[in-house]
């Protein structure tokens, strides 16, 4: 026993970056987080074979996928030229089932009509989530946009109507009809778009690739262009585009990847 002990403590003490954490980051990540880091001056970050943006003080993002890996790899490059290898364990996620029935069979396998529409939609979406700005708000913390009751997580494999459909890319938050909305964090709106399956939405670009997206709403509050603070209202719940019920779906990005915004929640502060 006491050599299995050994093994696993010799594997966590490799795999958590060894003692030192030169990245700034929790010793184990989790799939489809969203993290910020900070490196010392001078120093520039892979992550993979991707370059990361850093802030003048050093602070950067990445997001992980919801399948990534088991372990993920940091390439840090001092000033003087120097590699250091950094690499961190990641979490497992369950995703379930979830089974919606009830919806309007269109909404399911659209009619051919409106393929094209639904591929420029897509496409829209796209276009706002490669906003790259030197923006920084990702670094406040978030808040709920909306409070409620979870009937959706992200990640999930959905079953629409009987028919296997691509997994969840948000979450969803069930609140009456025309509960106000606002901005997790501060931004710059870059869609406000009526989309065939998600409805009124809006996306919110918070900086280096990280944005927010807001759909089925029922009132949009907001312009593309403008700019919110944290905490604004921004539009109200409601059941637009593919929905059985009002809800918020809240989706997080960095850049195309979608990541799970639940990771970043506190505890939901009680209802007055
Ligand atoms: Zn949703």
Known sequence: ???????????????????????????ILTQGGLYVGKVGPGTT????????????????????????????????????GK???????????????????????????PPKKILARIAADASRVRRARTT??????????????????????????????????????????AAPKGTIIVAPLSGVVTMVSDLYYTGNTVIIDHGFGVSTVFAHMDRVLVKAGQRVRQ?????????????????LHFGLNWYQERLNPALLLGKQEKKQ
Request: glycine fraction near 14%; aromatic fraction near 10%.
């Open 231 to 247: 905490g604004q209202k921004i539009g109200t719940v409601g059941m637009t585009g593919r929905a059985t019920g009002p809800h």
């Open 45 to 80: 970050v892979w992550f993979g074979d991707r370059r990361l943006k850093l802030t003048p003080d050093g602070h950067f993002v990445f997001g992980l996928k919801a399948h990534q890996g088991a372990m993920v790899k940091f390439r840090l490059v001092d000033k003087g």
């Open 1 to 27: 026993m006491r050599s299995i002990t050994g093994i696993f403590f010799l594997l966590v003490m490799t795999c958590s970056a060894g003692a030192e954490n030169l990245l700034g980051l929790p010793d």
């Open 132 to 173: 790259d700005s030197p923006r920084q708000d990702f670094r406040e913390t978030f808040i709920w946009p909306v409070r409620g009751r979870i009937s959706g997580n992200f990640g999930n494999y959905r079953i629409l109507n009987g028919t296997p459909k691509s997994p969840h890319g948000g979450m969803d938050i």
């Open 83 to 109: 590699s250091q290898l950094q690499r961190f364990m990641v979490r497992k996620q369950q995703y379930d089932v979830q089974r919606i029935d009830g919806l309007p069979q269109k909404m399911v396998t």
